[in-house]
């Protein structure tokens, strides 16, 4: 056992070396976006997924615990063999409705979702063009199928249309792959595009909307804001961020969600989902269909800071600060905590070397004086100085 203990130990030291070592720290939440760290004083987070703080809502809690009183803690098994409890019908009808495809499916997790759909539907004979910041479960995905993959520029379709053109001829099947939303940055995916690049080269048009569910397009993510509903098939997303649950999900024609039901060994081989994620999922897109003002706030957040600070107006509730090395971005991300709040460093490898950065992040829940203060705060540690 030394040498396995002393290969984990120099990976370690690298890691450190490099100030890209992460740890886990125990974090309690609670409502507007409050929360402590490993017991220490309450801090208000502007790093978070909740983006509409439906995971701390009384009624999405509500149907997590009528959920779990009436169906039990747990599935019991895959839901090919008794985990698919009756919660699961009802959610991905209303995934199908809120997203305009046929039908859905529901995985376990975002992850799990990507790396049982890339697989299923292409293999080691065929092309994958995806954008090269696409999320690294997408890369998981793209790796367990084999197939050759290609990455164009971030958001250049002109890019993406000449590996296309160069390469169509030799592959029965390309499926091309995009981040609806840019978790590091937050800019859209040009679906308009991109679904017309698919369409003229009978290729297949999949988006990961996990920070576009809730968040654009009147909350039914990246395809309903781009004005692209007709042209994305494969409408990928969680259920974990804007909806405060857990789980993933596809949004496809019926016969695309059968073969996952059927094919997808990610689904097939796991455990069904907690029948209170499940609930508290439902009960959120039900919120969010409801709740137009909602959905719109954390954006509306967003553009007030970016303003304030001087920065790019974003479209989306994710405003990125680069502040280059990793140290920089730790030093910040400290002094923002000494001040009462919450902001992640991202390092790379989640960044390009020599990016990392600060990701603030909106939610609905945030309260208008919290932003002032934050405001402020940024004024007064000269974070806005930065380019």
Same mark, same amino acid.
């Given at each position: 056992?030394?040498?396995? #203990?002393?290969?984990?130990?120099?990976?370690?030291?690298?890691?450190?070396?490099?100030?890209?070592?992460?740890?886990?720290?125990?974090?309690?939440?609670?409502?507007?976006?409050?929360?402590?760290?490993?017991?220490?004083?309450?801090?208000?987070?502007?790093? #978070?997924?909740?983006?509409?703080?439906?995971?701390?809502?009384?009624?999405?809690?509500?149907?997590?615990?009528?959920?779990?009183?009436?169906?039990?803690?747990?599935?019991?098994?895959?839901?090919?063999?008794?985990?698919?409890?009756?919660?699961?019908?009802?959610?991905?009808?209303?995934?199908?409705?809120?997203?305009?495809?046929?039908?859905?499916?529901?995985?376990?997790?975002?992850?799990?979702?990507? *790396?049982?759909?890339?697989?299923?539907?292409?293999?080691?004979? #065929?092309?994958?063009?995806?954008?090269?910041?696409?999320?690294?479960?997408?890369?998981?995905?793209?790796?367990?199928?084999?197939?050759?993959?290609?990455?164009?520029?971030?958001? #250049?379709?002109?890019?993406?249309?000449?590996?296309?053109?160069?390469?169509?001829?030799?592959? !029965?099947?390309?499926?091309?792959?995009?981040?609806?939303?840019?978790?590091?940055?937050?800019?859209?995916?040009?679906?308009?595009?991109?679904?017309?690049?698919?369409?003229?080269?009978?290729?297949?048009?999949?988006?990961?909307?996990?920070?576009?569910?809730?968040?654009?397009?009147?909350?039914?993510?990246?395809?309903?804001?781009?004005?692209?509903?007709?042209?994305?098939?494969?409408?990928?997303?969680?259920?974990?961020?804007?909806?405060?649950?857990?789980?993933?999900?596809?949004?496809?024609?019926?016969? *695309?969600?059968?073969?996952?039901?059927?094919?997808?060994?990610?689904?097939?081989?796991?455990?069904?989902?907690?029948?209170?994620?499940?609930?508290?999922?439902?009960?959120?897109?039900?919120?969010?269909?409801?709740?137009?003002?909602? *959905?719109?706030?954390?954006?509306?957040?967003?553009?007030?800071?970016?303003?304030?600070?001087?920065?790019?107006?974003?479209?989306?509730?994710?405003?990125?600060?680069?502040?280059?090395?990793?140290?920089?971005?730790?030093?910040?991300?400290?002094?923002?905590?000494? !001040?009462?709040?919450?902001?992640?460093?991202?390092?790379?490898?989640?960044?390009?070397?020599?990016?990392?950065?600060?990701?603030?992040?909106?939610?609905?829940?945030?309260?208008?004086?919290? *932003?002032?203060?934050?405001?402020?705060?940024?004024?007064?540690?000269?974070?806005?100085?930065?380019?």
């Amino acid at each position: 056992m030394f040498s396995l #203990d002393s290969f984990a130990t120099d990976k370690l030291d690298a890691l450190e070396a490099r100030n890209q070592r992460r740890r886990l720290v125990d974090t309690e939440r609670a409502g507007a976006m409050a929360l402590s760290v490993a017991g220490g004083p309450s801090l208000i987070s502007f790093t #978070d997924n909740d983006y509409l703080g439906l995971s701390t809502h009384p009624a999405v809690i509500r149907a997590a615990q009528d959920a779990a009183a009436r169906y039990g803690a747990g599935s019991g098994a895959s839901r090919l063999v008794t985990g698919n409890h009756p919660l699961y019908g009802a959610l991905e009808a209303k995934i199908a409705r809120l997203k305009g495809t046929e039908g859905a499916v529901v995985f376990g997790s975002g992850y799990l979702a990507n *790396v049982g759909i890339i697989p299923t539907l292409v293999g080691k004979d #065929d092309l994958i063009v995806a954008d090269e910041l696409v999320h690294t479960c997408i890369h998981a995905g793209m790796q367990l199928s084999r197939a050759r993959v290609e990455f164009f520029r971030h958001n #250049d379709v002109d890019h993406a249309a000449d590996i296309i053109a160069k390469n169509r001829s030799k592959h !029965e099947r390309v499926l091309i792959v995009v981040d609806g939303v840019y978790s590091m940055d937050g800019d859209i995916a040009p679906l308009k595009g991109l679904g017309t690049l698919a369409e003229h080269y009978d290729a297949w048009l999949m988006t990961d909307d996990a920070h576009a569910l809730g968040t654009i397009g009147g909350g039914r993510g990246s395809a309903h804001a781009t004005g692209a509903e007709h042209l994305v098939p494969l409408q990928m997303g969680t259920l974990s961020k804007a909806a405060g649950s857990y789980g993933g999900y596809l949004a496809a024609s019926k016969p *695309v969600v059968d073969l996952m039901k059927t094919r997808a060994r990610s689904l097939i081989y796991t455990t069904g989902l907690p029948p209170s994620a499940v609930a508290a999922a439902l009960k959120a897109l039900e919120l969010i269909e409801a709740d137009p003002d909602m *959905v719109a706030r954390p954006t509306l957040l967003a553009r007030r800071f970016a303003a304030a600070m001087g920065l790019a107006m974003p479209d989306t509730p994710i405003v990125p600060l680069v502040i280059g090395t990793e140290v920089d971005a730790l030093a910040a991300s400290a002094r923002l905590a000494d !001040e009462g709040f919450k902001v992640i460093a991202f390092r790379p490898p989640t960044v390009p070397e020599g990016t990392s950065r600060l990701r603030f992040s909106f939610s609905a829940s945030h309260r208008d004086a919290d *932003v002032d203060r934050l405001i402020e705060t940024c004024h007064k540690l000269g974070l806005n100085q930065q380019p």
